[in-house]
């Protein structure tokens, strides 16, 4: 009976492809401004980020493959649970290894990680590739 509800089965797969579209636009635009000018992304990556154990050039190409990648799976609702997973890792990553972040930054990632978060734990509904994978 509860899947009969409109909120089950109209508003909810509608706010999980909200956020999915969300998110991965934030992120598939962050990678796009990445590979349009690769020597400051490395510059960053070098002088700005401190993100732990990777090298700068190691970091900025898992982080740019990512950002590219992992947005594309999101749209599609395909692998959604390990795509929302890896972002929010890179999210996390990203919000804090940038020492000079502001405070609307930090909203803004956990904004994110919150959409995320949601997109894990509930999967990508009834919009989605998975649909038919499962």
């Not at 990556?45 to 947005?71: D, H, K, N």
């Not at 949601?118 to 998975?130: M, N, T, W």
């Amino acid at each position: 009976m509860a899947d009969c509800l409109p909120t089950n089965l109209i508003f909810k797969p509608l706010l999980l492809l909200g956020f999915r579209l969300w998110v991965a636009k934030a992120f598939f635009d962050s990678g796009m401004t990445k590979i349009k000018s690769w020597s400051t992304t490395l510059d960053l990556f070098r002088y700005e980020y401190a993100v732990p154990v990777l090298s700068p050039e190691i970091a900025a190409w898992l982080a740019t493959g990512a950002e590219l990648m992992l947005p594309v799976l999101l749209v599609f609702g395909l692998l959604t649970r390990p795509a929302a997973l890896g972002l929010f890792i890179l999210n996390i990553v990203a919000a804090t290894s940038y020492p000079d972040i502001s405070p609307a930054g930090e909203m803004q990632h956990a904004v994110w990680g919150v959409m995320l978060a949601v997109i894990f734990v509930f999967g990508p509904e009834k919009i989605s590739l998975d649909l038919f994978l499962s």
